[in-house]
Every structure is written in structure tokens, then in C-alpha cells.
């Protein structure tokens, strides 16, 4: 009976926070569960969402790990950003590879220009200032989209956060209750960015800056929004 509760609990988010905030009815939860999956003692699946609940609340091993990662990263805004996607192929990719070796030297800051290779598409997330020269090297029929006016938060960590599960479910999870969309997610070592419309970008950096110790946000944030 507990097994069956806990699956619908977590099959629910919507419920998993309501109990998470001791806001809902066990009584009635029970009662849902009983309907939908067919079980006939309530009186157990009262119980077993009492205990979940009561579960919500203590910290497990994995949320201290979890935690832990967090505290020792750092989350970094990048405005006035673009993707573009194009066709997987060999050519596009080389001349690609070849605009960001020319381009990038001469700019006397780190910039974005960063490109993945997906299994049906190339994608490439870059500053905006870039488009004028990438878009004329290939030719439209070979482009499937552009979209401006995005930005990107850089959850920047410990490397133990590769052997660390949950992290990136944890911040996912936070979005989602939000009702945040993300664009694009992207891994690269102890590097996770996550792409938002501008629209997005300020609600998603509180939602997930209040994982983060206060001190872990950077102080400049203000300045790479504006």
C-alpha cells in the first residue's frame, strides 16, 4: 500500500508540493488514490501519505549531497544571447568551427560561442553580435531556426557534481513548479547552462538562486542583465 501511494505521489508533483506545505486533506488524497488505482483500505493509504509527507520533511543523505554541491557553486547571468539551429552536416559544422576560430581571438573578453551536435541538428548558442557574420556564411535552405532575444544562467560547480545524483533534477524541479520553460540544457564538465527567453530569465534566476547560499550569486548580475 505504501508502494502504490508514494508512485502516485510522485507521479503528481502538483501533490507532492500541497503535501510538501502540509496544505492538503489526507482524507481526500486517500480517497483519490483508492478511486484511481483501486485499492481498498484507506484507512492504510492515509497512513502511508501521512508518512510521506513526514518523509518531505527530513533531510535525506542525498538532499545533504545535493545541498552541499550547491553551496559551493555559483550562478552566473548572460544576457543578449541567440540560438541557431541548422542542419547536421559535416560541411555547416567545419565552416562553423572555422567563424569561431577567426572570430573569437580578436574580442577582448570571454564570449559565448558555443556549438553542439545533436542527432538530427546542429545547434549554436552565441551572442547576438555574432549573427551578422554567422547567418551569411550559410545558406538559409540550411537553417531550420533563429531565435534572439534569450539569455542563459551558468550554474558553475564543484567536480564532485559529476558523481552527484539528483543536482540538475533538484533545479529542473524548481523550475517546473514555477511554471518556467527552458529552452535548452547543456552539460559541459563541471558547467550547466540553462537557456530562457528574456521574458523567463529573472524569475528563473530567483527560483534558482534561492538554492544557492546568498553568497554564491555573483555580485554582477545586475550589470550582465541590464
Known amino acids: 500500500m505504501a508502494d502504490v501511494t508514494r508512485a502516485y505521489i510522485e507521479e503528481h508533483p502538483s501533490i507532492r508540493e500541497a503535501l510538501s506545505e502540509e496544505l492538503l486533506n489526507y482524507t481526500a488524497l486517500a480517497r483519490k488514490i483508492q478511486a484511481e488505482r483501486g485499492v481498498r483500505n484507506e484507512e492504510a493509504v492515509t497512513i502511508a501519505c501521512r508518512r510521506y509527507e513526514r518523509g518531505l520533511r527530513t533531510e535525506t543523505p542525498e538532499l545533504r549531497a545535493i545541498r552541499s554541491i550547491l553551496h559551493r557553486s555559483r550562478l552566473q547571468v548572460h544576457s543578449r544571447v541567440a540560438i541557431v539551429r541548422f542542419q547536421d552536416d559535416w560541411e555547416i559544422l567545419d565552416r562553423l568551427l572555422q567563424i569561431g576560430r577567426a572570430t573569437l581571438p580578436d574580442r577582448t573578453h570571454r564570449q559565448m560561442f558555443q556549438l553542439f551536435q545533436g542527432t ?33 544562467l551558468a550554474f558553475r560547480s564543484h567536480p564532485q557534481v559529476a558523481d552527484t545524483p539528483g543536482v540538475l533534477a533538484h533545479m529542473a524541479d ?15 564538465h563541471t558547467d550547466s547552462i540553462f537557456v530562457f527567453r528574456d521574458a523567463d530569465v529573472i524569475p528563473a534566476y530567483q527560483v534558482l538562486s534561492d538554492l544557492f547560499p546568498a553568497s554564491a550569486a555573483d555580485a554582477d548580475v545586475a550589470a550582465k542583465v541590464a
Open 120 to 152: 538530427v541538428a546542429l545547434t549554436l548558442l552565441c551572442e547576438e553580435d555574432y549573427l551578422g557574420t554567422v547567418l551569411p556564411e550559410i545558406p538559409a535552405r540550411l537553417r531550420l531556426a533563429v531565435e534572439r532575444g534569450l539569455a542563459t
Open 174 to 188: 524548481a523550475l517546473f513548479r514555477r511554471g518556467i520553460n527552458c529552452l535548452e540544457t547543456v552539460s559541459v
